[in-house]
C-alpha cells in the first residue's frame, strides 16, 4: 500500500513564497507521474502541476512563471515551489501519485490528504 503525506502549506502575504512537499511511502512501488492539484472554496478542483518521471513538466497558465514543481527521486518526493504568490492562490493543494504498486506491479493512483494554502494580508 503506498501513502502519501503533504506538508508545507500554512498563511502567508501576497508576494511571499511557500514550498509544498510530497512524499510517498510504501513498498514496492514505483511513480510514473506526480501531480499537484488545488481546490479553491466554491471552485472545481484543478490541475497546478504535474511532472514525469522523466522530468517532464505541465503548469496551468495561472501560475507559469510562479511556481516550480520538482522531484526528488530518491526520496519519492514532489516539490512544490510557489513564488509571488496571490489571493486567488488560496486553496487546498494535493498531490496524486500515478505509478506502480505490489508485486504485480499493478497500476495505481493515490492520494494525498492535502495541505492548505491561504494568501492574505
Known amino acids: 500500500q503506498v501513502q502519501l503525506v503533504e506538508s508545507g502549506g500554512g498563511l502567508v502575504q501576497p508576494g511571499q513564497s511557500l514550498r509544498l512537499s510530497c512524499a510517498a511511502s510504501?513498498?514496492?512501488?514505483?511513480?510514473?507521474?506526480m501531480t499537484w492539484y488545488r481546490q479553491a472554496p466554491g471552485k472545481q478542483r484543478e490541475l497546478v502541476a504535474s511532472?514525469?518521471?522523466?522530468?517532464?513538466?505541465i503548469y496551468a497558465d495561472s501560475v507559469k512563471g510562479r511556481f516550480t514543481i520538482s522531484r526528488d527521486n530518491a526520496k519519492n518526493t514532489v516539490y512544490l515551489q510557489m513564488n509571488s504568490l496571490k489571493a486567488e492562490d488560496t486553496a487546498v493543494y494535493s498531490c496524486?501519485?500515478?505509478?506502480?504498486?505490489?508485486?504485480?506491479?499493478?497500476?495505481?493512483?493515490?492520494w494525498g490528504q492535502g495541505t492548505l494554502v491561504t494568501v492574505s494580508s
Open positions: 496524486k501519485m500515478f505509478g506502480r504498486s505490489g508485486p504485480e506491479q499493478r497500476y495505481l493512483e493515490v
Open positions: 510504501g513498498s514496492s512501488f514505483s511513480i510514473n507521474v
Open positions: 511532472i514525469a518521471s522523466g522530468g517532464s513538466t
